[in-house]
T-cell receptor, first 114, second 113 residues
């Protein structure tokens, strides 16, 4: 059983399109995250949610909109895709939002914008 | 502004020898540090952590050392095994601040049989 699963794993799309990446965790964790790993290999946080509430929103264009229908799911929707959005997007979860501790990551979703 | 730096993008070590991966940080507010290991096409997995009240934490073949005055930490793997070949990320945060981890860019470790 995969603890944190993301779909799709690969996504190739044209500039200007809208796409979504889904994430689900079966660990019973309260906090979920989206991280982006760009071409320079920086792994940076984008958003975090705790019990469906947004608690971190880094400097991310508002074309990116996370949605958490319940605490086991955190989806990422991206509007009007740009070339610079090409990256690997990792979903993660953790038990305790106040103590960073251990993050459990999904396998990543590689987005390529042409 | 890169607050967590891993200046060696790659490292090759003979099997059975010690692997030492280094990490430097600039933010003096960081007080909790973690190492993650990443295989190709997989997400990072937690390896070991250390809080700033300690200068060493050991877990089997893995030991993390923290030098607060130098703002430097290192991960020692001994003995190194072929399965240790992976990318290792150092990460740092403010404990009980928020849950934002700041990652380094990773070091690719290759263990030579």
């Amino acid at each position: 059983d995969t603890a944190v699963s993301q779909t799709p794993k690969y996504l190739v799309t044209q500039m200007g399109n809208d796409k979504s990446i889904k994430c689900e965790q079966n660990l019973g964790h309260d906090t979920m995250y989206w991280y982006k790993q760009d071409s320079k290999k920086f792994l940076k946080i984008m958003f975090s949610y705790n019990n469906k509430e947004l608690i971190i929103n880094e400097t991310v264009p508002n074309r990116f909109s996370p949605k958490s229908p319940d605490k086991a799911h955190l989806n990422l929707h991206i509007n009007s895709l740009e070339l610079g959005d090409s990256a690997v997007y990792f979903c993660a979860s953790s038990q305790d939002p106040l103590s960073p501790g251990e993050l459990f990551f999904g396998e990543g979703s590689r987005l390529t914008v042409l | 502004d890169q607050q967590v730096k891993q200046n060696s993008p790659s490292l090759s070590v003979q099997e059975g020898r010690i692997s030492i991966l280094n990490c430097d940080y600039t933010n003096s507010m960081f007080d909790y540090f973690l190492w993650y290991k990443k295989y190709p096409a997989e997400g990072p997995t937690f390896l070991i952590s250390i809080s700033s009240i300690k200068d060493k934490n050991e877990d089997g073949r893995f030991t993390v050392f923290l030098n607060k005055s130098a703002k430097h930490l290192s991960l020692h793997i001994v003995p190194s095994q072929p399965g240790d070949s992976a990318v290792y990320f150092c990460a740092a945060s403010v404990l009980f601040g928020n849950e934002k981890l700041t990652f380094g860019t990773g070091t690719r470790l290759t263990i030579i049989p």
